[in-house]
């Protein structure tokens, strides 16, 4: 298992020094239908440089839609996606994108290259370390991996009535590999509440056995991730 430490609806894989996040949704703002600002871009750039100033990554992965609308990507939406990106590269970090079903219309608001998947650390070697391989997850992966990393779904867990965004941690979840999927970036971004969830319950196909999914829940107070039994046992507890 790649070592990761789970960060603000964020993963960082020291070893490769990526840091990925994941369901950005930008210009989900734009999509509300309220009078008032809410804050999307001031919010999803404060939390990402805080991360970056954690971490300080060497890349970090959008792990796909990047983007919240299917059909067009306003000015706004550009210049909060350039922000963004300037942030990364203010702290010497690589942006690194890939594609998920919302983004239609991101090579119209971003010039570098877009992947479906990308393996942080180049082509799959025989060196002997765990490889990790970031998509989506809205679709079945063509690249073998140690680890998938993907989003996609938007997991919650609903903890003594009060829902928190988190990661899911699968072992050997598919293909025989690891699964982290996870939370959306985008804290406008509705999440799903997963702790009744089963396996035909989740969107991406990577998840082959719900049970056997680890929430793992980012505390703000204590800086680090909480960690839950898996999904079979917790719906027993909660």
Not at 39 to 59: C, H, I, K, M
Request: glycine share 10%.
């Amino acid at each position: 298992m790649p070592e990761f430490v789970v960060g603000d609806r964020a993963v960082f894989f020291p070893a490769s020094g990526t840091l990925v996040v994941a369901d950005l949704h930008v210009g989900r703002d734009e999509a509300s239908d309220v009078e008032f600002p809410l804050g999307e871009r001031e919010d999803l750039r404060a939390r990402l440089t805080a991360l970056l100033d954690r971490f300080s990554p060497t890349e970090v992965v959008f792990a796909g839609d990047v983007l919240h609308s299917f059909g067009r990507a306003s000015a706004a939406t550009a210049e909060s996606l350039d922000g963004l990106a300037a942030a990364c590269r203010d702290r010497g970090a690589r942006p690194v994108l890939v594609a998920g079903n919302h983004d239609a219309m991101l090579s119209s608001v971003w010039e570098g290259p877009i992947h479906d998947e990308y393996r942080p650390g180049g082509e799959r070697d025989d060196d002997g370390d765990e490889e990790i391989l970031v998509c989506h997850g809205h679709e079945e992966p063509e690249g073998v991996a140690d680890c998938y990393v993907v989003g996609h779904d938007h997991p919650t867990i609903a903890i003594e009535g009060q829902r928190r965004p988190c990661a899911l941690y699968g072992p050997g979840a598919y293909r025989g590999s690891d699964v982290v999927m996870l939370p959306a970036f985008n804290r406008l971004a509705p999440g799903v509440e997963i702790n009744g969830m089963r396996t035909r319950d989740f969107q991406s196909p990577l998840v082959t056995n719900a049970d056997a999914l680890r929430p793992l829940v980012y505390d703000e107070a204590s800086d680090e991730a909480l960690q839950f039994p898996p999904l079979g046992k917790l719906r027993r507890l909660l």
